[in-house]
């Protein structure tokens, strides 16, 4: 063996080391070994195996194999097809007309009649589309997947692992988080174990089943670990706490299953962020906790019951942060305190920053909104502020989100009356829109394209800084602004864009 060799040879068993012997010593000095299977669950038939150490890289392999095989069962392909009927009317030079020679050659009953031929027809035309699901309950048949996989569909059916086809009926859908529950009716489904997302960490291995591209490509099954946890402000739902992940996710994976080291559903892969339409290694899924929580409340309610403190908020910048004497800038600002709301009653004000709830540290507006949203109305939660720099402690008790009250504090009212969304201005969205962090205005972060805003020339990204030649710099500044307007009025609205600051008259 010349030395180029044994060189090599050496090279090669110190990477062998590099990777195993971290795996062999992580054993050492536990009780236990590390787990990387769960164990069985009553409401789960998809039953991990048993806790094993990985002591090496076929180990660490047979671990993804068995984990793939174990869960695979569990997750389905959702088939969608919309119907659509659209009322063609004839124009004048419409096939045939009078005097056609053709009507003289063949008569009447081969054409029909002149008054026939100019009566409106109807044509039907069927889209099909394609999604993943992941069944929950195998007694039942419950089933998670997208809401924007399943919202607009008229039949719906699913293909099982085991190539079984069968309808599905949607039992609940949440806009607002973009989770639906489907159910079939079915013996022999298998069901994944449901985790706790809380305790998934950045840095975690984690796996992505679903049915990319066509139902061709059926539980394909791709690898990644945790980007990311708590994505804000992405513009995908109205209540975002998303899992980021550089697992493979591609069109059709909506819906799937994120699943972590122990075989449990993490997470409902919901969107990708691409400019090509393609993965592109950031994918966002709906944390399990998150999903479980507003199909507990579909199953038992009919609708998401949702907490409500009746206040706008918003994040908090590095000067802001230091114009309050707070430490940092972490925490949701409170802007706007309805007069008799569950806030007001607890002696929240204005101004007040909240730190924590319930002892956990709020990073951000979206967080609180979270997690105020996911307590059940009635609660009575703990809320820690800053207040003129000094903490004090507060008991708030819940009341129920109405349903006409949107995630970013403007009424559901306003927003539909405008055609578009707007949210604060935030490092993410700064960076989402190449903005300036530290620009004043709120973020228009979506629009439709039908709405007299968009004509008037009004488009996603842009920041608003004043309406009606009232300057605004938070949301509640903004509807403040807007709380006379109604439909039929014209709205004059100053804007700021890259190429600089314009103002936007439309009528709404």
């Known amino acids: 063996m010349n030395k180029r060799t044994k060189f090599t040879t050496s ?22 070994a590390s787990t990387i299977w769960g164990s069985p669950s009553e409401s789960a038939s998809v039953v991990p195996s048993k806790d094993r150490p990985i002591s090496s890289l076929h180990d660490l392999n047979m671990a993804f194999v068995e984990i793939a095989e174990s869960v695979n069962p569990a997750v389905v392909t959702v088939f969608i097809e919309q119907i659509f009927k659209v009322r063609q009317t004839p124009t004048p030079f419409g096939f045939p007309f009078s005097g056609d020679p053709f009507r003289e050659f063949f008569g009447e009953q081969f054409f029909g009649s002149p008054q026939q031929q100019q009566m409106p027809r109807e044509q039907e035309f069927r889209q099909q589309g394609l999604g993943s699901g992941v069944i929950v309950n195998s007694d039942e048949g419950y089933i998670l997947t997208n809401n924007h996989v399943v919202a607009e569909a008229d039949t719906i059916s699913i293909r ?18 973009d989770i ?19 305790q998934l960490r950045v840095g975690e291995w984690v796996l992505a089943i679903g049915s990319p591209m066509s139902a061709n490509l059926a539980h394909t ?25 550089d697992a493979a996710i591609n069109p059709g994976n909506s819906g799937g299953a994120l699943v972590n080291l122990d075989g449990e559903l993490a997470g409902i892969n919901t969107a990708i962020a691409t400019r090509s339409g ?20 579909l199953l038992k309610h009919g609708k998401v019951v949702r907490g409500w403190l009746d206040v706008s908020i918003q994040d908090i910048n590095e000067t802001m942060a230091k114009a309050m004497n707070l430490k940092n800038a972490a925490g949701a600002l409170v802007g706007d305190v309805t007069d008799d709301s569950p806030a007001a009653k607890a002696g929240i004000k204005s101004g007040d920053v909240v730190i924590e709830i319930n002892g956990k540290k709020v990073r951000n507006s979206a967080q609180l909104r979270n997690e105020v949203a996911g307590t059940a109305p009635g609660t009575t939660v703990t809320l820690k502020v800053v207040r ?9 008790k819940l009341a129920e989100l109405p349903g006409r009250v949107a995630a970013n504090g403007v009424k559901q009212e306003l927003q539909d009356l405008l055609g578009f969304t707007v949210s604060p201005m935030t490092p993410n969205l700064a960076e989402r829109y190449n903005l300036d962090p ?71």
């Open 438 to 508: 530290q620009g004043k205005g709120v973020v228009v972060t979506a629009i439709d394209q039908g709405s007299s805003a968009f004509r008037a020339g009004l488009r996603e990204g842009d920041v608003i800084r004043a309406v009606n030649r009232q300057r605004v710099q938070s949301v509640a500044e903004f509807r403040e602004a807007l709380k006379e307007v109604k439909k039929g009025d014209t709205v004059l609205v100053q804007v700021m864009r890259q190429s600089g600051s314009f103002f936007v008259a439309f009528e709404i």
């Open 388 to 396: 003129d720099g000094k903490e004090q402690t507060f008991e708030v």
């Open 221 to 245: 099954v791709t690898s990644g670990i945790v980007s990311a946890k708590g994505r804000s402000n992405v513009g995908l739902a109205d209540y975002e706490d998303f899992i980021q992940t």
């Open 278 to 297: 393609g993965f592109q290694g950031i994918g966002f899924t709906v944390p399990i906790n998150m999903a479980r929580s507003v199909m507990e409340s």
């Open 180 to 198: 639906a529950v489907i159910q079939v009716k079915a013996a022999n489904l298998r069901a994944m174990k449901m985790g706790n997302s809380d």
């Open 160 to 177: 099982t692992f085991d190539e079984r086809t069968m309808p599905a009926k949607v039992i609940g859908t949440d806009p607002k988080t």
């Open 11 to 32: 090279i090669i068993l110190v990477l062998i080391g590099v990777v195993i012997g971290p795996l062999v010593f992580s054993q050492v000095g536990k009780n236990t």
